[in-house]
């Protein structure tokens, strides 16, 4: 699939140079952020390493685009600025047309001056860091993006938690309170993290061993200047740019760390700045539970089932083309038909693209693997993997971390 890029300038944004020990460029699209943007950059600000001591602001610097702004985000930022002089804080402001007056075409243009920045202090390793303006970064966000690069990562997703316990954020819930669409959205994190365990036993990724998470969107995202630049750049989208960036990624065979290490608190408001996002998700998970629509997803069986055939079929795609595996079981499990199998296998690509094709298939409304496994209610498919994960002894059983103050075992009833 290819986006739009044609358009981004490729024209320096910021004037001033980076310092040669620059390591992390952080990116923030705004629009609007007044309300948030000033515990954004105190989080941004007050960073440690993983010993508490503060972390030298030289490694690491900010950018932030305002982009068509009607209140006072950017005389915030301005005025942080001086007031931290020691903080390599950018701002950017523009005011874009209607076309590309849009977060991925905002982010884009951020990732794309935070690679030319890194790249020209000889750091292809260097790390673009992304998070928004309604986000607070934990105090090790950034050395924790830095360790796991160390460790080989090519890109990290870090954590996010909706909502920020305590009264200074005004978006947050109250601690233990179930707002409208948070029902389902804690369901559909304990489904995920459950379901993300399940796959690191069943198909372990050593770039992304257990604990690990599932999330990788833009309020807490980062990969290497390189990686960046060999998949192409940030897919320039209205929005969910950073699920098209992910999607990217895998394609390419990027080594990609969800590590627990990395977290932000992001806030939990229904009006986003999106047609498309997490405020948009939690209002239609909110008209869901209005109208008792039935939150179904796939079934542990089913994920079983999934995480073994993709691990089978790596073995089938390492072993080359001319390799005596058959196809014609694995063809089966997959429920493709074994010519179609055989010509995707033949195609010269990553392992990450034959995936994508092959689960396009998996995933078609009413296909054959969607006849053989139907889905399920969310609360009986949590149920079926904490059941199948406590047969597996590849490693140890983790609970599941509560969010927002809520235990999970509270929206099983």
């Known amino acids: ?25 952080v990116i923030v699209p705004v629009r609007n952020e007044a309300r948030r943007l000033a515990g954004t950059l105190r989080a941004l600000y007050h960073q440690t390493d993983g010993q508490g001591n503060r972390l030298d ?4 610097e900010v950018l932030i685009l305002a ?28 005011e874009l047309p209607p076309p590309q007056a849009h977060v991925g075409y905002a982010r884009r243009l951020l990732m794309d001056e935070a690679a030319r920045r890194l790249l020209g202090v000889g ?26 690069v160390a460790r080989g990562a090519d890109a990290v997703g870090g954590r996010i938690l909706v909502g920020r316990p305590g009264k200074k954020d005004p978006s947050a819930p109250a601690s233990g309170t179930i707002t409208p669409g948070r029902r389902y959205h804690l369901l559909d994190v304990g489904y995920r993290l459950l379901r993300s365990q399940l796959e690191s036993r069943l198909d372990p990724d050593p770039a992304d061993l257990w604990p690990r998470h ?43 760390r ?12 229904s009006r986003g700045r999106t047609p498309w996002g997490m405020a948009a998700q939690l209002r239609l998970w909110g008209t869901m539970e209005h109208q008792l629509v039935p939150f179904r997803v796939e079934s542990g069986l089913a994920a079983t089932a999934r995480f073994r055939a993709k691990r089978a079929l790596r073995q089938r795609w390492r072993s080359g083309p001319g390799s005596p595996l058959p ?70 059983l983790e609970p599941v971390e509560p969010v927002g103050g809520v235990p999970l075992p509270e929206l099983m009833t």
């Open 258 to 269: 969800h590590s627990p290490l990395v977290r932000v608190h992001t806030s939990g408001r």
């Open 57 to 60: 602001c030289a490694t690491y």
């Open 123 to 148: 750091r292809p390793r260097g790390i673009i860091a992304s998070t928004d303006g309604d986000t607070r970064v934990a105090p090790t966000w950034v050395s924790g993006m830095i360790h796991e």
């Open 1 to 25: 699939m290819t986006y739009e890029s044609a358009s981004v300038p490729k024209t320096p944004l910021v004037t001033i140079s980076p310092l040669p020990v620059l390591q992390v460029c």
């Open 327 to 396: 196809v014609q079981q694995l063809a089966e499990t997959l429920c493709l038909e074994p010519p179609v199998l055989t010509s995707l296998l033949a195609l010269p690509h990553p392992f990450g693209s034959l995936w994508e094709a092959v689960q396009h298939h998996l995933d078609q409304p009413d296909g054959p693997w969607q006849r053989r496994w139907p889905l399920v209610d969310i609360r009986s498919a949590i149920r079926e993997l904490r059941h199948l994960l406590g047969k597996l002894p590849l490693c140890p």
């Open 67 to 94: 982009n068509n702004c009607r209140d006072d985000s950017a005389p915030l930022v301005r005025d942080f600025a001086r007031r931290h002089p020691d903080f390599s804080l950018h701002l950017i402001e523009r």
């Open 214 to 256: 599932y999330q990788m969107f833009g309020a807490s995202l980062a990969l290497t200047a390189e990686t960046y630049e060999r998949v192409g750049g940030l897919p320039v989208l209205p929005s969910l740019e950073d699920v098209a960036l992910y999607r990217a990624l895998k394609q390419a065979d990027a080594r990609i």
